[in-house]
């Protein structure tokens, strides 16, 4: 049976005793700076100075002030202001102030003797400031030139989560929202671009200057600045010009970007209710910079190779990634840009929505990459994360800069996604996009907070989403949900599932949950919502076979007695895909929390030998994975990777080498995953034929598919000798395509040879790749497994360069990421010690999730290993 219906349970709800949020005031909203004082408009002159790489500039801010004042307190951090004067409504000089910056604070406070009466009022100020490496603010990125080996720059800007400061003083918060006007100096041969159209260009002894309109009154981390040498392509959606701009050659590469931004603009246009309000959309290839994309109001960011597609040298992975990543930062332009969240604990009203909204545009748009099915990789990313005890709520407190930074993570993200995927699952997609556009209308050009949602969702659903939601969005943690037989019934409980916990915080729910029958063409689906400790499942009898959580939609992990369990095994084959990937994930997780027998994981995945599943090798590959990391330096390894071998060869021999005619698109992505995990666990033929395509592909690209490309240099990569890494290095250097580049040097980091490792490791301290992507070769070091202890050595000993090249989102992270490629207790200590000398205070959440990471593994390392040797020993050969 397939779950094709809904049978709602009415239920009347009990009283959550959470924190009840109250709808979006700008006075009460938290915050760093006065409200006193608010702007109201900025007209900014910016002057880059390419050679030095520093800029001045100057602005005129039109302010509202709400109370009589002395001072002026707003943001700024690492630039300097050189004056600032208050002007009359003639423009004329009233007052200097007197200018006191606070670099730990990142403000500037302006003392005006006279004081400042209520009213309008224009600020006027004088600053300078340096273009940076790493992208916060205004930075640059160095490229090589198509057709030859020489080098030029493009400035980009990163303003998210608070570094438009960097760029020019401002109120750097998200509730200061207000109107831009931009206008800049840059060389006569570069082009420049911004949130609004060019409204004029006039030609200077600087070269020229360019003006832009005015925006709505919006955020100020949502400005953006580009410029350099140039290109674009042009198309058009519902009257909005959108543009894919990129570095002089590669437009032609923005096409694929192109198409799939037009038929997502209107897609959203319709699902909103709301038509996007600027006159033009730009999505803007940087080559370098920011690691992702930036969803700045009418000008995203991406880094290139998230927004270029050459199908000569591109992968439909890669096709796939842009296509998503283009559909969640447009839809910040509505979540996000048009409604803002109104400070950084509601972060995830504008991450997890974007992130839900992007997954269900992208699978309505491309079912052929099952992008619904195969989200719950991200769900289980979330899910491990969310049973730790360093997990946190997914609305959480956020008091410094460095904190919110911090808290672009997967509980923001991919909890976000997957709690709305469910809430929208219950209270029914008509209902929650009626919400939806209530909310967009009711706070467009506003901030909101995460019960202004609520209230829209309830009023169109009739349904009390407070309630439910206040336990998903404002505790910590997720559900496990058991299922027991009596003579006369079925009971579903819950409790919290946690592992590594000695004492977790009892928690309760309110969870909608999905039943069905899988061997019942009859039986109809439900949805039953759960709201105490335990309740009768509704119309099911304890003799049928149950499968909860069907769809794979929940959020929550489930068990079922031994008898249930029994059941859904010998009948795994007639449940639809989403429900084996789902039973297989939650078997797994109750490995790790010490609640499931590794023979009952393999049981069931022995009885899934045969499907040819993307989504469910995917999981199956990942938890493999995980077992043969947690098997370095041990004896036994060897046996697993020949258990391992063994479940994935028989999938590789279905898919082969080489596509057949008329393949599912799913089947292409499968070969190139299996090559990959076969390449890991050392298997021969693989290996031996990913060499010879190699060798092929050194001789004539084309004698390689661009599918096949990554999975195979990865596999040429781990076991290169010093030739092939030279050859590697080589084409490295060669290709001007951030992509191809990517590919090159992710491959020569994944070498199992300690010499090549020494070799690969420097390579990050240089301008070979863009800042953003050079320091994610320690990383690609360390997580080869084999040598943790290099690049943790190498990353201490060059600290202060590597730190000069990240972002504040990556300065929270960079170390904690490498440190996950260890799974011994001590460095878990070690990492906290280094983290409290040289981190800042806001990486703590990340640091926090790391250490308690690399505890458990150590812990689930000592207690599994010895478990699956036992399993092995006794299987009987195949």
Known sequence: MRLCGVAATSVALSAIMLHAEAPFNFDTTPGKLPKDVVPQSYDIHLKPNIEKLTFTGSETVVLGVRKPVKTITLNANTITIGSAKLLGADGKIEETAQVTLDSKEQTATLTFVKGIATGAHQLSVDFAGKINEHPDGLYYARYQVEGSGAKKLMLGT????????????????????????????????????????????????????????ETPPMSSYLIVFCTGELDAVYGEADGVKIGVVTTQGKAETGRYALESAEKILKYYNEYFGEKFPLPKLDLIAVPGGYAGGMENWGGITFYESYLLFDPAKSSELTKQNIFKLIAHEMAHQWFGDLVTMAWWDNLWLNEGFASWM?????????????????????????????????????????????????????????????????????LGGEDFRAGIRSYIQAHKLSNSTTADLWNALAQSSRKPVTAIAASWTEQPGLPLVSMKSTESSVTASQERFTMHQKRPKPLEWKIPIAYCDPSSTTSPAGIFLLEQKSATLPDIQPSQNVKLNAGDIGYFRTVYDRAH?????????????????????????????????????????????????????????ATLSSIDFLYLGNSERPAFQTYGRSLLKPVFDRVGWEPRKGEEVADGLLRTKLIAELGEFGDEDVIAGARKRFEKFVADPNMLSPDLRPAVLDVVGRYADQKTWDKLHELGLKTQSIEEKGNFYHAMGAALSPELAKRTLPLSLTDELPASRAIFLVVGVARTGEHSDLAWEFAQAQRKELDAKLSAVLAVRFVPYLMRGFSDAPHATELETYAQKYMLAGAKSEVDKAAEEIRFNADLKARIIPEIHKWLSHKKPL
């Open 565 to 621: 369990f029994e059941k859904l095994v010998a009948s795994v084959a007639q449940l639809p895909e989403a429900d084996k990937v789902n039973l297989v994930s939650d078997m797994w997780a109750l490995v790790e929390a010490d609640r499931g027998s590794i023979s009952d994981y393999f049981k069931l995945v022995e009885a899934l030998r045969k499907e040819n599943s993307l989504a469910l090798w995917e999981q199956i590959t």
């Open 358 to 426: 992007g997954t269900k545009c992208s699978d309505h748009f491309n079912p052929q990459w099952q992008v619904w099915l195969r989200s719950n990789a991200d769900k289980q990313r979330a899910m491990t994360t969310d049973a730790l005890s360093a997990t946190h709520p997914i609305q959480q407190p956020v008091k410094t800069e460095s904190e919110a930074e911090s808290a672009f993570d997967e509980i923001t993200y991919l909890k976000g996604q997957s709690f709305l995927r469910m809430l929208e699952s219950y």
């Open 158 to 213: 990163q303003m998210e989560a608070a570094h438009a400061r960097r760029m020019f003083p401002c109120w750097d918060e998200p509730s200061f929202r207000a109107k831009f006007r931009l206008t800049v100096t840059v060389p006569a041969n570069f082009t420049a671009v911004s949130n609004t159209p060019l409204e004029s260009e006039q030609k200077t002894d600087a070269g020229k200057e360019v003006h832009f309109a």
